[in-house]
Each structure stands twice: as structure tokens, then as C-alpha cells.
């Protein structure tokens, strides 16, 4: 849903920008570089396992020269942080598309409804203030007593049997009042004024979970279920399904609603500031925490020096970290030679203090 390359997941798409160095000194003035990075840390105990071994010694060092630090807990009060529809970096990320308030959490959206369909689809919407979702195909698997959600990036879904499960739900979702186009074989947009004020889960809260914390209440969320279900039994009886079986794959049979909303029209749908670096996504949401201590220590290698190397120079930077229940924005500020001198040598000292696992994300 990002017009750049790089992907972040079904409902915020694609980053908007490479995991590549800020700009250097001496070019014309532009916004404060903003570094972005999702999954920072989990309350799993796979991922608080690692506390002992896991070492970023970019990142600390990183932490320790920050000039300001702003914490953000991404819920409502009284409601359970990680149980809410939209995790921490969708907030973040809207803030900087300008969907929200940057000086609130939620910036008065409510939990989910960013409308990262409306969004990023806003060229095929029937007007601009059209109300939009994304469907996501996906295969809900039924165990004891729960229901997990599986999507089509390890579904292996192909663009054919995407849009040939979509054109056949098209007339269905139509009776609603939904008009659905394909936009990938993850991702269809559907257009309908059911999406205006629905609240949705994003993807990101509930891929290889239980469902059940995060499905929809109300008027507008029981049509939508009624759609699901009949959806399930339409799938599984079309061609696809048996096709699919053939070749030992999970078949389709559900599609997830996220992303609901209207754009505002003050949205930006370009941030060249920000950099996204999403490594840690996958291996956290499969639950893969050897793989996300391992993408951790590359980005922190690989991406992190240049970072680290632009705060040394005193110039102004914006580091966001986030993780299941809240954000964390650092920033540097411009500071004057004799200051940069004072934070290189604090921060040597500082360096073994710091932890992200310190950070309460």
C-alpha cells in the first residue's frame, strides 16, 4: 500500500523508504530523517528469553546520545495494550502520513480505523472520500477451542486463484453493498459506506493467533461476518479449493476485513524522511525468535552505523521503536562541536547500561 518498494505487511504495505544511510552533510536542508523499526521487541517469552545474548551495540549507542525521549502506550485507557486493533507502528507510521495527530497516540482516530485502504488505494476509489477496507484471503485453521489466521504469504496464493476466489465473491459482497476489486493475491479492495466508521484488526495483531480477542462487535461488524461466512462455504466449494488440495497447500476459506476507513485529505501519501526497516516482522510474527535475533543483529550491522555515525555529527535525526503494546520516539537534536565531543564520550560509558529489552515496549 506504500508506492515504494519495500514491504511491511498487508495493511501498511509497503515501506517508504530503504534501510539506507540519512543524508549526508552539506546537501539542501530537508526534514529530520526518521528511522522506523516495528517489532523491536515482544512480551513473548521466546523473545524476553533473549535478554541475556542479545547484543546491539549500534542501537545502544544510538540511545545513549538521544536528546529527547517520548514513550507512547498505543491503547485506550483501560484497555490492554497488546489486545488493541491497532499495534504501535501502524500508529507511528500514520502519524507520519499526517492520518492522525502527531502530538496524541491516536491523534482522536479511534482504535482501528487508519484507513490504510483508502489510503493507499486512493486512485481507484470511486470519489475521495470513498470509505474502503482491504479483504484479505486468508486460511483459518481450526484447533481446540480456537481459531488461528493464516495469510497468502505463506500460502503460497496465486494471482489466479485470487482473483478467480474474489469475482466469486464479488456478487455476493455486491447484495451489501461492497464493490471489490483485486489489488494483489493478498489484497482486495473493497469500496462500500460499511467501512466508514467500522473498526478493524490489523493483520499485524492477529496473523498465526487466535482471532477471537480481535473480531469485530456491532451492527456493521455482524453484516460483515455473515459475508465471511458465507464466503467459507462458497470457497470451499469452488475449483480453487480443489485445486489447491491437489497440491498439498491449505485452501482459502476466509478473508480478514482491516485498513477501514476514509482518507483524510490532508494525508501524505509520500514521507521520503522516513525509512522503514521492517527485517524483524516475519520471524516475529511466526513466532521465530532465533531468525529475529539474527535479523536484529544484522540491522543493527548493516544499517544502524550510518545512523549512529549522522548523531555523532551533532545533526538532527528521529528513531522510533516499537513494539506489541507501545512506541518509543528519540530524537537528536542539532548540537554544537564542543556538545558532540561531550556525547561521544557519555556514550561510550553508556553503552553497557542500555537494553531495548530496558524500554517497556
Known amino acids: ?46 523473545c524476553q528469553a533473549l535478554r541475556p545474548t542479545l547484543a546491539l551495540p549500534h542501537l545502544q549507542r544510538l540511545l545513549a546520545l538521544a536528546s529527547h525521549r ?19 507502528h501502524e500508529w507511528a507510521l500514520a502519524q507520519a502520513l499526517g492520518l492522525v495527530d502527531a502530538a496524541t497516540a491516536s491523534g482522536g482516530v479511534a482504535d482501528g480505523q487508519l484507513p490504510w485502504a483508502a489510503w493507499a488505494a486512493h486512485a481507484q476509489l470511486a470519489s475521495p472520500d470513498t470509505a474502503a477496507a482491504w479483504f484479505t484471503p486468508c486460511h483459518q485453521e481450526v484447533g481446540a477451542g480456537q481459531v488461528t489466521l493464516h495469510t497468502p504469504d505463506r ?22 453493498g461492497i ?41 456493521r461488524a455482524a453484516g460483515l461476518r455473515r459475508l465471511q461466512s458465507e464466503a467459507q462455504m462458497l470457497f470451499y466449494t469452488h475449483p480453487a479449493h480443489d485445486e489447491r488440495v491437489a497440491q498439498h497447500l491449505p485452501p482459502i476459506n476466509a ?70 503494546r507501545a512506541s518509543l520516539t528519540l530524537n ?7 556538545q558532540v565531543v561531550g556525547q561521544r564520550f557519555l556514550s561510550f560509558f553508556a553503552t553497557q547500561r542500555l537494553s531495548v529489552f530496558d524500554l517497556k515496549l
Open 70 to 88: 517520548q514513550h507512547t502506550v498505543c491503547a485506550s485507557p483501560g484497555t490492554d495494550a497488546e489486545l488493541s486493533l491497532t499495534p504501535p
Open 155 to 176: 500460502l503460497a496464493l496465486s494471482d489466479a486463484h485470487s482473483q478467480a476466489l474474489m469475482a466469486a465473491l464479488q456478487p455476493l459482497a455486491a447484495e451489501d
Open 255 to 324: 478473508f480478514w476485513v482491516s485498513g477501514s476507513g476514509v482518507c483524510p485529505t490532508h494525508a501524505r501519501h509520500q514521507a521520503p524522511e522516513l525509512v522503514l526497516a521492517d527485517a524483524l516482522r516475519t520471524p516475529a510474527l511466526q513466532g521465530d525468535w532465533a531468525s529475529w535475533q539474527q535479523a536484529w543483529q544484522t540491522l543493527d550491522a548493516e544499517v544502524l552505523p550510518a545512523w549512529l555515525a549522522h548523531a555523532q555529527r551533532g545533526l538532527p535525526l528521529r528513531l522510533t521503536l516499537c513494539g506489541d
Open 179 to 219: 464493490a471489490l476489486s483485486w489489488v494483489a493475491a493478498d489484497r482486495w479492495l473493497a469500496q462500500g459506506p460499511v467501512f466508514a466508521d467500522l473498526p478493524s484488526a490489523s493483520l499485524d495483531r492477529v496473523v498465526g493467533r487466535h482471532i477471537g480477542p480481535w473480531l469485530g462487535t456491532g451492527p
Open 332 to 338: 537528536w537534536a542539532p548540537r554544537r562541536p564542543w
Open 1 to 46: 500500500m506504500f508506492p515504494t518498494p519495500q514491504k511491511l505487511g498487508s495493511d501498511t504495505a509497503s515501506a517508504l523508504g530503504r534501510c539506507a544511510a540519512p543524508a549526508q552533510a552539506g546537501q539542501p536542508p530537508s526534514p529530520t530523517p526518521h528511522l522506523l523499526i516495528p517489532f523491536a521487541t515482544s512480551t513473548d517469552e521466546g
